[in-house]
């Protein structure tokens, strides 16, 4: 990595405390994407573990109260310390100020205090598995979470935690694109993911303290029996539902929207055209946004919820629909006429397509009322997020991570290493997740530890899937780091794309640009 | 994706619902993955062939946000439609009570049997279960008559169903409620009305998975079973069952009348109203009558509270 040449924000400073003390977004966004491809890799083993144990029926690989503990570490760290990070602290942190032609963004020290917060909520979350481990599953659902072991508290106090240090940076990121864009970057002009960022960011910071105030709640009715969740203490079981699912819905977008934006970008760079509708799907990320806030209720159909309740909540999902198809036609239409190179951003993409159709049509039977009420609880809602949350938010950040690799490290990944690792994702993936509707439509409840032996070959396909799709996780990350010494030397815009972090140098210097980029022109002329 | 049978009229209104929905996905599927096939192979980087500038078509971007609209709006509608059938139990429905504990189903029959378990229903006849938990929140689930229902604690759900396909249909728990979540399994016997008479004169039936054997000492209906705790906890202290003043209101035709509170409210006294009379009594304070009830919650067990709503609702 290191260039004796050139000074660039890699080799400027060295030495392990010029990193930790570094108030740089770059550096900060990579120690945010260290960190999280290790929750990934802690993550994805339970995620082998769970599917190991269910090979067989009864399989009896680990014993039931392990099994459990197993799916709600899996959940939780994908959730908290994989996803929702994923691409706005990595991807966002590195990109964002460029992508605006800024030095950095609006306050790196607390920029910095937000990763060491996100590290710290990480760590306590972690503390639990010391503490005999948790059980509830990712969704804390009283009354059980209130009875369950202690050791809840500590993945529910680092959730909080980290929650913090999602709403500074979210708060960092709007402030960013508001006060630092370069001359001539006009709204009209800024970037879709810039947008996409923002929108996230709004949800962000509207969300979480209630998710945080939720889990402050939830800690005070274990420790000190208040009443509120628990029925035995006069407390409403549902209640807790309701709390939580007004900060996790919106979260889906959290994870997807970035997602989103990643793609926006690298479909007109690839298929050398315009983006199609820019104003559209600029806008339809902020649709996505509102309607985040007023469909937390989906997740109660058949919680005894009310059916006016029922009713409304399932016919506000339903106008989902409309922001996310107009994202998914738009950039059909860019690819139309174009003239499409098939690098690893692209290929990505095409991944992100196809998973993406199957998570988002899936998504309309579970938003169907009738549907819903046999198919919620099962492996078909499993699949389904899956389809959405690893084939879409995972493809968009693999994505991004492929497109934005030479300016990161001034370094080309190997597009032969990458074809192999996106077969076997993909094909994996598929494998993986598909038999999984069948199983739910079939009537297999989730989180189970073992199940009727009808069940039994396609959850071993599914297995078999999985360990497909590691190995394809797994290669990405190593010929990745392999690349940082063997790749060829990355020009400063090997894509030829118009956005602005193209116009510095790869790897780029400490404070971006030598010189305050001018913007004449928006972000998708190509013209060839 | 194949289902399980659908042994109930619902059930089939319900897989037309999930065909057609399967259909027009395979649909949308195809127009999305095979347009993007097709573009990318056509439009493939060649030498010879220069890509357009285009920004945008009005006319394309309101096409395809208003036609994917009414479609899911269609389907919206069908829905709601179906789903109406599968919560509003016909008036004349058996009423079973089934009580979900950490890790078994237990299931009252208004004539006093007990099961565990094992649920008996006769075939083409509505039942209807009445739900509660003693414990954390489960979740019934029977797969073959596509319905679902969480059971939660502190509270009374319902589902029901008309079954048509009569012999044994799979019961789970499908809401996480710990370490045996996964074993909280339970078999839904549908009888024939020759096995339905055998049953209700408690004679054994010749099921070969059942593990039930009945005996046929008559036992106190649920009501009298109800009737009998009432002296036991003392209820009839202050409340009779006949009309006659006491401290507290008669219980006579108490069940779905409207009821008039201390704050001017007017409630209808259905299962959950009685449920948080019983469990809450100053929750909502009856017009007339002083803060005089304890509170009952933690005393009497699920299993009472759902006789005594038995007898309340047999006085009418
Ligand atoms: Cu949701
Ligand atoms: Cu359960």
Redesign the interface.
Known sequence: MSDTQTMHYLNQTTGIWSWLKTLDHKRIGLMYLFTVLIFFLVGGVFALLIRWNLFYPNHGFVEANTYNKFFTYHGAIMVFLVIIPAIPATLGNFMLPLLVGAKDVAFPRLNLFSYYLFVLGALIALASLFFGGADTGWTFYTPYSIRASSSMIFVVLGAFVAGFSSILTALNFIITIHKLRAPGLTLGRLPLFCWAVYATSIIQILATPVLAITLLLLVFEQVFKIGIFDPKLGGDAVLFQHFFWFYSHPAVYIMILPAMGVISEVVPVFSRKPIFGYKAIAMSSFGIALVAFIVWGHHLFVSGQSELANFIFSLLTMSVAVPTGVKVFSWLATMYKGSIHFNAPFLYVLGFLELFSIGGLTGVFLATLALDVHLTDTYFVVAHFHFVMVGGAIMGFFSGLHYWYPKICGKMYSEKSALIAFVLIIIGFNVTFFPQFILGAQGMPRRYWTYLPEFTLLNQISTVGSWMLGIGFVYVVYYLLRDLKKGEKATANPWRALTLEWQTTSPPPTENFVKTPVVTEWPYEYRE | ????IAATDVAV??DH??WF?VWL?VF??VL??G??IY??IK????KK?????????HT??VI??IV??LL??I??V??????????HAPPNSLEVRVIGKQWLWQFQYEDGKTTVNELFVPVNQPVKLIMSSE???H?F?V?DF?????V????Y?SIWFEPTVPGRH?I????????????MLADLYVLSEGDWAQWKAGKKLNLKTSRISMSNVPSPTLAEQGKKLMLQKGCVACHSDDGSPRPGPTYKNLFNSKVELANGQVVIADENYLRESIE?PQAKLVKGFGPLMPTF??IVSEEEINAIIAYIKSLK
């Open positions: 994706m194949s289902l399980p209104m319900w619902l999930y929905l996905s949308f599927f999305v993955v347009t993007m573009f990318v439009y493939r980087h060649q062939q220069k890509p357009v500038f285009i920004t945008g078509n394309l971007e395809w946000s994917p609209l899911v709006l389907v919206f069908w829905g709601y439609v179906v789903y109406r059938k599968m919560i414990d954390v929140i979740s689930f797969p596509r319905v679902k229902q969480d939660v604690p502190g509270m759900t799979q789970f728990c499908a809401e996480y409620c710990g370490t045996s979540h996964s074993q809450t919650r933690g």
